[in-house]
């Protein structure tokens, strides 16, 4: 019989921000005998997964896991809900479509919708019908969250939050500071070697050492322990997403939507991200774009404009050193993936979570896993780039990975590969696909459809979404009731 494993003593987690935080409440919650400490660096403007204010689903069931109250991040973090991203100009002027999330369709709907996205359509014939309850909802301006562990016409439909950074990451640092995680400011400005690849401790610039038996680079982009190290090497993405420079505005007017959007224009693509306190708008731009053409485009003041160099870590785990979110990867904020990949990569951790003594095996299991995941979230942002419209706008590039199979079996089946530790499902890349302006073709079931089967799927579709806009109040009406009930005094 082995003997356990003698468990890790002391957690630093390098960058202060809501992916450092988050990821010490982890620590502290997987090992509540481990002291944690954060160093609070100074942040970069740069670092969009932690000025990020929105992630995608898999951030829902990582807060649920780590005891943060969905209810508390609306009350009291400036919450909203997502339900899709809306698409437009991707496949050409006028051309529009919606993600959602989840694989929700039956399988003959799924046929039915590959077939309907597919077909020729005349002038005035209108588009296709929608693909998923949280379009119908989103459409209706209808929604509210469903009750944990109640069945509901709503209980299928899954969904994104967004929230205000500042406030998100107060309620964050609240809660790291009840479960006992320390905090100190300060630049690093000294790396005590440990054995072997490892490091035995951070020096703070004006202050003493800081041992640690594992320590997570949570520093944005800077990447200011893995980069240090002399095993770090990183692999360049230019070739495959050529954005070049993002310009972030100040907050825009409020907003209560349950729609986010990504519209490509003749400069480059704007995200807007819906808010209680205020649109978030982003551009991002090829390097040729005049800085002046672009303020225009961005209609509101700019907060911070940054050039870009994409690329990750090979490595995101050295010796001790584990690299999380933009510390891993660096890349466009097109879509909500950098707290998505952070969280995901979070998660991957706390299932691999080693012991003072680290096996290599586990190394090689996560760095394998984590740079799938990284991978993975290349191919999702270069499929924007692949269409006709984007490559005028942002000229050809090289499509990395997978990426061309992806459309090949798209166009000509109708089809999603399967790929390991993407950040979309099946469904939501099919999805995305037909928003970017790509038609699929017609998968093979669809020769041999059953059109009794399909028309039985569709009522029943038909009749979920009745139910779901009879149950789902109006949402702006639901956010104001919940919000005015967290105002209210006790008793």
């Known amino acids: 019989m082995s003997d356990p494993r003698e468990p890790l003593r002391r957690v630093v987690v390098v960058g202060g921000g809501q992916v450092g935080v988050l990821a010490a409440i982890a620590m502290r919650r997987a090992l509540p005998g481990c002291e944690v400490l954060v160093i609070g660096t100074p942040p970069s403007p740069a670092a969009f997964a932690d000025i ?39 496949g050409g002027a006028g051309q529009a479509g919606a993600l959602a999330y989840g694989e929700t369709l039956a399988p003959a709907l799924k046929t039915a919708f590959a077939r309907d996205w597919g077909a020729v359509r005349l002038p005035g014939a209108g588009a296709p019908p929608v693909g998923s309850l949280a379009q119908v909802l989103a459409e209706a301006g209808r929604f509210a969250p469903p009750p944990p562990g109640e069945p509901t016409p709503l209980s299928a439909v899954d969904y994104a939050l967004r929230w205000n950074p500042a406030a998100y990451r107060a309620l964050l640092i609240d809660t790291a500071e009840a479960l006992g995680v320390g905090y100190i400011e300060g630049a690093i400005d000294r790396i005590e070697p440990g054995e072997g690849d490892t490091i035995a401790a951070v020096g703070l610039a004006g202050g003493g050492m800081i041992p640690a038996d594992l320590f997570l680079d949570c520093s944005g982009p800077e990447a200011s322990l893995i980069a240090a190290h002399p095993a770090f090497a990183f692999t360049d993405w230019s070739a495959s997403l050529p954005t070049r420079r993002v310009y972030c505005s100040q907050p825009g007017a409020p907003m209560a939507a349950l729609e986010d959007r990504i519209t490509l224009t003749g400069l480059g693509w704007i995200s807007e991200i819906a808010g209680r306190d205020g649109v978030q708008v982003m551009l991002g731009t090829p390097a040729h774009v005049p800085r002046e053409d672009a303020l225009a485009l961005l209609r509101l003041p700019a907060r911070a404009v940054i050039a870009l160099t994409p690329g990750r870590a090979e490595r995101p785990w050295i010796g001790n050193i584990v690299a999380l979110g933009d510390a891993a990867a660096r890349f466009e904020p097109l879509g909500p993936l950098h707290l998505d990949l952070a969280h995901r990569q979070l998660a991957l951790l706390l299932e691999m979570l080693p012991g003072r003594a680290i096996s290599p095996f586990e190394r090689e299991e996560y760095n394998r896993r984590s740079g799938l995941m990284m991978e993975g979230v290349r191919e999702v942002l270069a499929l924007h780039f692949a269409g006709i419209e984007a490559q005028r706008v942002f000229g050809a590039v090289p499509l990395p990975g997978r990426v061309g199979a992806v459309i090949d079996q798209f166009l000509r089946r109708g089809r999603i590969p399967f790929r390991e530790e993407s950040p979309l499902l099946g469904q939501e890349q099919f999805a995305l696909l037909v928003a970017l302006g790509w038609v699929p073709g017609l998968p093979p079931a669809a020769q041999a459809a059953d059109a009794a089967g399909e028309s039985t799927a569709r009522a029943a579709f038909e009749a979920e979404a009745r139910a779901a806009l009879d149950f789902a109040p109006p949402y702006d009406q639901w956010l104001a009731r919940a919000l005015g009930a967290s105002r209210a005094p006790a008793g």
């Open 52 to 90: 990020a204010s929105t992630a995608m689903p898999f951030t829902n069931k990582l807060h649920d896991r780590l005891g943060l109250d969905e209810a508390d991040i609306v009350t009291r973090a400036g919450g909203s809900y997502r339900l899709i991203t809306r698409y437009a100009g991707w």
